[in-house]
T-cell receptor, first 112, second 116 residues
């Protein structure tokens, strides 16, 4: 069935550390892939997206590459900041549908 | 541009009571979604509207949940009667409805429901 699997958190890093949050999806059709972020006390907002294989989405120093061969969309950032502390959700949408299937979320805590 | 508005922000009720949530999407957005987010989980789609028609309600517990979208704009989600397992955050989102599966969804702040 339709699913998205994320690494469990919390992930705790020191400022300026390298971040990877793993995300894999079930290979049904050719979905669009998204990372959404939820900062403390705020609503979900789009961080980045990719709509086809080998696309790279990027925003605010974060990147993720749509890997069809490994059905993955891992989120990376070279140097995290305290302000990146949030919950990150990986999500997919079926071709032709807009509703999202979300992973369970990964909480990132960045310490100064 | 105003974002997605939801009310109330918080609600506490007893089991078997009824409750309603309201959502005002971004102006001009044709597609509206209701998601349920249980603590520690990702949001799960309950229902999707395109204008005032239902596109997908396959995961809506129809024996107790109902939703409508008046005139293709505002939407109301109702639970009657509520159960303890309905305790969750109810998220409303909207999207333009013109760009297929790569379309960005814009989320409201959510309504946090606690059923005692």
């Amino acid at each position: 069935g339709d699913s998205v699997t994320q690494m469990e958190g919390p992930v705790t890093l020191s400022e300026e550390a390298f971040l990877t949050i793993n995300c894999t999806y079930t290979a049904t059709g050719y979905p669009s892939l998204f990372w959404y972020v939820q900062y403390p006390g705020e609503g979900l907002q789009l961080l980045l997206k990719a709509t086809k294989a080998d696309d790279k989405g990027s925003n605010k120093g974060f990147e993720a590459t749509y890997r069809k061969e490994t059905t993955s969309f891992h989120l990376e950032k070279g140097s995290v900041q305290v302000s990146d502390s949030a919950v990150y959700f990986c999500a997919r949408a079926y071709t032709g549908r807009r509703a999202l299937t979300f992973g369970s979320g990964t909480r990132l805590q960045v310490q100064p | 541009e105003a974002g997605v508005a939801q009310s109330p922000r918080y609600k506490i009720i007893e089991k078997r009571q009824s409750v309603a949530f309201w959502c005002n999407p971004i102006s001009g957005h044709a597609t509206l979604y209701w998601y349920q987010q249980i603590l520690g989980q990702g949001p799960k789609l309950l229902i999707q509207f395109q204008n005032n028609g239902v596109v997908d309600d396959s995961q809506l517990p129809k024996d107790r949940f109902s939703a409508e979208r008046l005139k293709g704009v505002d939407s109301t989600l109702k639970i009657q009667p509520a159960k303890l397992e309905d305790s969750a955050v109810y998220l409303c989102a909207s999207s333009p409805g013109t760009s297929g599966s790569q379309e960005t969804q814009y989320f409201g702040p959510g309504t946090r429901l606690l059923v005692l």
